[in-house]
């Protein structure tokens, strides 16, 4: 994992914004994004990617994710399933309650277009 984002999480973690177990889940799932969308996760371009999806995993946890999705984010939903359906896989894999992560993973779907470049077309 790039140190800066490692930086990003220590913070997260030692400020009690994630768990221990969100924390030490974290690694796998940058490297398996990394994997999927081909991109390699660095502060500059995933900072807030990184933020969002542990604080998006706390929130999950404790069985409090978001629960609306905007317009805009149901637009960027239907013309990119693909990324709709990973990022719920990948949330899912994370839900030990069983929580509704729709919205959840409808904002990591935008992360996923951004770091992807697929929102700027």
Do not use: W
């Not at 839900?95 to 470049?117: H, M, Q, R, S, V």
């Amino acid at each position: 994992m790039d140190a800066s984002l490692k930086e990003r999480l220590d913070l997260l973690h030692d400020t009690n914004q994630i768990s221990d177990e969100i924390y030490g889940r974290l690694p796998v799932l940058f490297d398996q994004v990394e994997a999927y969308l081909d991109v390699k996760l660095a502060e500059e371009n995933a900072g807030s990617f990184a933020s969002h999806l542990s604080v998006a995993l706390q929130r999950i946890s404790e069985n409090n994710p978001v629960s609306e999705i905007s317009e805009e984010l149901e637009t960027v939903i239907a013309q990119n399933p693909e990324y709709y359906q990973n990022a719920k896989d990948l949330l899912q894999a994370n839900n030990p309650k069983g929580a509704n992560i729709d919205a959840e993973a409808a904002f990591i779907t935008l992360y996923f277009c951004l770091l992807t470049g697929k929102g700027n077309e």
